[in-house]
């Protein structure tokens, strides 16, 4: 096995995405071969080096898993928190295999998000290279004009930096009307950012649909494995190899 970055070996491994596991090796919490690293450059092989993170040998996945989850606001989307507030990991009753959130909803938000051990097919869901829709239905305290919804589509600048493309529907007309937002990046907090450039805040986040996955009728706290027919399809669209299982 040829050698590869900590980060991508931590990611694969299922311990965190790729992102995490940069923190956890800049913050001093890996381990090569018995000495503490934090150059996001330093490469190893998996299987052959002793890596440690917080501690733990790592170990390659024994099995990948797959979930898809009903997201209630009032929880983050991490591992843990430090500030004490509930993580979307304690809802996954019964689930023995260690699995991480795919990318974020903010703690007022809520809907559909996946969480894995399988690091690569993360990291393809996450990256905007990977053009891969994310639609949320959003209520609004105000109405966007005519100007400012092209706007919005063509991308406004946050933080000094352009968001992509954005679909933009109105589906009701009213003081505080619903909107269909589709996005192919997913920075922090961007729809409700995006909606604050033009002096309107948000009400209501919900993510309904990653890709073709539909929320459906999961219900709030509820979440399912994903059937291998997604699973293929999902590996399609990321160009990723389909699993023979």
């Given at each position: 096995?040829?050698?590869?970055?900590?980060?991508?070996?931590?990611?694969?491994?299922?311990?965190?995405?790729?992102?995490?596991?940069?923190?956890?090796?800049?913050?001093?919490?890996?381990?090569?071969?018995?000495?503490?690293?934090?150059?996001?450059?330093?490469?190893?092989?998996?299987?052959?080096?002793?890596?440690?993170?917080?501690?733990?040998?790592?170990?390659?996945?024994?099995?990948?898993?797959?979930?898809?989850?009903?997201?209630?606001?009032?929880?983050?989307?991490?591992?843990?928190?430090?500030?004490?507030?509930?993580?979307?990991?304690?809802?996954?009753?019964?689930?023995?295999?260690?699995?991480?959130?795919?990318?974020?909803?903010?703690?007022?938000?809520?809907?559909?998000?996946?969480?894995?051990?399988?690091?690569e097919f993360a990291n393809a869901v996450m990256s905007a290279k990977s053009e891969l829709v994310k639609t949320y239905v959003v209520k609004v305290n105000g109405t966007l004009t005519e100007e400012q919804e092209s706007q919005f589509r063509k991308g406004?600048?946050?933080?000094?930096?352009?968001?992509?493309?954005?679909?933009?529907?109105?589906?009701?007309?009213?003081?505080?009307?619903?909107?269909?937002?589709?996005?192919?990046?997913?920075?922090?907090?961007?729809?409700?950012?995006?909606?604050?450039?033009?002096?309107?805040?948000?009400?209501?986040?919900?993510?309904?649909?990653?890709?073709?996955?539909?929320?459906?009728?999961?219900?709030?706290?509820?979440?399912?494995?994903?059937?291998?027919?997604?699973?293929?399809?999902?590996?399609?669209?990321?160009?990723?190899?389909?699993?023979?299982?």
């Open positions: 096995m040829a050698e590869e970055r900590l980060q991508k070996i931590i990611s694969t491994a299922g311990v965190a995405s790729r992102r995490k596991a940069e923190q956890l090796i800049l913050e001093g919490r890996v381990r090569l071969n018995g000495k503490i690293v934090t150059e996001l450059g330093t490469k190893a092989e998996f299987g052959k080096d002793h890596i440690k993170v917080d501690g733990k040998l790592l170990q390659p996945a024994r099995e990948f898993v797959y979930l898809a989850l009903n997201k209630p606001a009032g929880y983050v989307t991490t591992t843990s928190d430090p500030e004490g507030r509930p993580t979307i990991m304690s809802l996954l009753k019964g689930v023995k295999t260690r699995v991480y959130p795919v990318g974020r909803l903010d703690y007022n938000s809520e809907g559909l998000i996946l969480l894995t051990n399988d690091g406004v600048y946050l933080h000094g930096k352009k968001t992509a493309p954005a679909g933009l529907v109105r589906l009701k007309h009213a003081d505080n009307p619903w909107y269909e937002i589709k996005l192919i990046e997913g920075r922090q907090n961007q729809i409700r950012m995006m909606f604050r450039h033009f002096g309107i805040l948000v009400e209501k986040l919900k993510r309904v649909k990653i890709g073709f996955l539909e929320l459906g009728s999961l219900r709030h706290k509820e979440f399912r494995s994903l059937e291998p027919t997604e699973l293929n399809r999902f590996f399609r669209l990321l160009k990723l190899k389909v699993s023979d299982e």
